[in-house]
C-alpha cells in the first residue's frame, strides 16, 4: 500500500506543533497575533489607538467631548524560512521513512527552527528598545553573580520601570545564569506561578507575580545574524550572534506588548514516484514569520545587558 503523504505531511506537522509549544520560549507572543489585519502579500496592518483622559463634568452642559485616534500601523513580514531535505530510496524504504523522517523533523524543529525564532523575536525586541532609548528602560553593565550584585534587586528594578507606565500582566524571560543568582539569593523560597502556553499549563518561578521563563542564552541576543542557506559561508543556514550584539540577561514586558505573527508553516512530502527532480524522498518545511513592537509601547519594555555600554 503506497504512503499516504498528504496524512503523513500532517501527522509531521502535528508533531512539529507539539515541539513547538514545549520547546519554543516566546510561543506566548502568537497570542497577539489577533490584533493583526491582513493586507495581501508580506504586508499587516496593526491597530494603534490613542485616547483623551477624563474631563470636568459640568451640570449645565453635561460631558466635555472626547477624541479616540486609530490608525492602523503597515509593517512588513520579512522572514520567509524554509529548507527541503531528501532522503535516497536505498537508503530508507516505504516502511521506515515515516520513523526516519520523523526523528530527523523533530531534530531539525528542536534544534534549528525552534532556536532561530526564539532568537530573531528577542533580536528585534532588544534592538527596538536600544533604538528608542527610552528614559529608564535599559539595564547596562550586570554580569550575574558578580560581586556586590543583587539579581533580585536587578529584576525588581526592571518591573518597576515598566509598572510606572503599566498596570496589566508582565513577563520576563530570563537567561538560566539571572534565574539560578535569584534562586540562590532566594534561598530556594522564589514563589511558583501558573504560567499558559499554548492551552498548556506549566509551573515557572516568578517575582511579584510576574513569570519568569528560561530562555537559553544562545537566543539572547540584541542582534543576530540571519543565513540564507545558500552563501559561501551561509550554507549552514540558520543564525549566529551578530558581530555588534549585546549578551542579554532579561527583558520585562506586558504580555501583550509583543506582536508575532505566523502567516505560513507548512511541511510537505513528495515520495520518490511524485518528486521529478530525484528519486528520492523529499521534505520541504517552510515558515513566514515577523514580530513587531508598535511605536506606542516601547516604553513598556525593560531590557538588562551584561555591556556596560
Not at 503506497?2 to 520560549?25: G, S
Not at 528614559?135 to 529584576?155: N, V, W
Not at 540584541?222 to 550572534?241: F, H, L, P, R, V
Request: glycine share 8%; charged share 25%.
Amino acid at each position: 500500500m503506497a504512503l499516504n503523504t498528504l496524512a503523513t505531511a500532517t501527522l509531521f506537522q502535528t508533531q512539529l506543533d507539539k515541539i513547538a509549544v514545549q520547546e519554543a520560549t516566546t510561543g506566548w507572543m502568537d497570542a497577539n497575533a489577533g490584533q493583526v489585519k491582513y493586507s495581501g502579500g508580506a504586508e499587516v496592518k496593526i491597530p494603534k489607538m490613542s485616547i483623551q483622559g477624563m474631563g470636568d463634568y459640568d451640570r449645565d452642559n453635561g460631558y466635555q467631548k472626547g477624541s479616540i485616534t486609530l490608525e492602523y500601523e503597515t509593517r512588513k513580514m520579512t522572514q520567509d524560512r524554509g529548507r527541503l531535505f531528501q532522503l535516497d530510496p536505498m537508503d530508507v524504504d516505504e516502511n521506515n521513512f515515516v520513523t526516519t523522517a520523523g526523528a530527523a523533523m523533530g531534530e531539525f524543529q528542536r534544534t534549528q527552527v525552534i532556536p532561530e525564532i526564539d532568537a530573531y523575536r528577542i533580536s528585534k525586541i532588544a534592538t527596538e528598545v536600544l533604538t528608542a532609548n527610552k528614559a529608564g528602560m535599559i539595564g547596562k553593565g550586570y554580569t550575574p553573580g558578580a560581586t556586590g550584585t543583587s539579581a533580585l534587586r536587578k529584576l525588581k528594578e526592571g518591573i518597576k520601570a515598566v509598572r510606572d507606565y503599566y498596570n496589566g500582566p508582565l513577563i520576563c524571560q530570563a537567561t538560566s545564569e539571572f534565574i539560578m543568582e535569584l534562586e540562590l539569593e532566594l534561598s530556594g523560597k522564589i514563589t511558583a506561578v501558573t504560567f499558559s502556553k499554548a492551552g498548556i499549563q506549566t509551573q515557572v518561578p516568578s517575582v511579584d507575580n510576574v513569570p519568569i521563563i528560561s530562555t537559553p542564552s544562545n537566543r539572547m541576543y540584541s542582534a543576530i545574524k540571519i543565513n540564507d542557506g545558500k552563501t559561501a559561508g551561509q550554507e549552514k543556514g540558520g543564525y549566529e550572534k551578530g558581530t555588534s550584539a549585546k549578551n542579554l540577561n532579561f527583558f520585562v514586558c506586558p504580555t501583550t506588548t509583543p506582536i508575532a505573527v505566523t502567516k505560513q508553516d507548512i511541511m510537505r512530502i513528495f515520495d520518490p514516484n511524485v518528486n521529478q527532480k530525484l528519486n528520492a524522498w523529499q521534505m520541504d518545511y517552510r515558515r513566514f514569520h515577523d514580530i513587531w513592537v508598535l511605536d506606542n509601547k516601547l516604553d513598556s519594555i525593560y531590557i538588562s545587558i551584561k555591556e556596560a555600554s
